[in-house]
């Protein structure tokens, strides 16, 4: 009778508990970049529309077109770092690093 609740964030990588705190942190992120959902082209593959639609949101906020930086993490009060958080989960080696 006693009950655990785990929240597990899964990638073809790993699995890995997280906090309530994190979730609330990726819902919040997903919802204010909500408009980046993929619509899918048939005459294109889901990761080209995917990565096209990223590619432009990044390029009209870099050229100030699009002030909205919640796309990059950049949010009054913020994500609490969960873009990284979630990095770790998804590319465990950066190639950035």
Known sequence: KN???I???STP????????TV???LKSYIKDNSDLEVKVNENESVYQTANNQVLDKFKR???GKDKDLKFLGGKKGGYDNVLRYFNELISPHDPME
């Open 3 to 5: 009950f655990k609740r």
């Open 7 to 9: 929240i597990l964030a």
């Open 13 to 20: 990588i790993d699995k890995k508990e997280i906090s309530p």
């Open 23 to 25: 979730l609330r942190n």
């Open 61 to 63: 906020t870099v050229d």
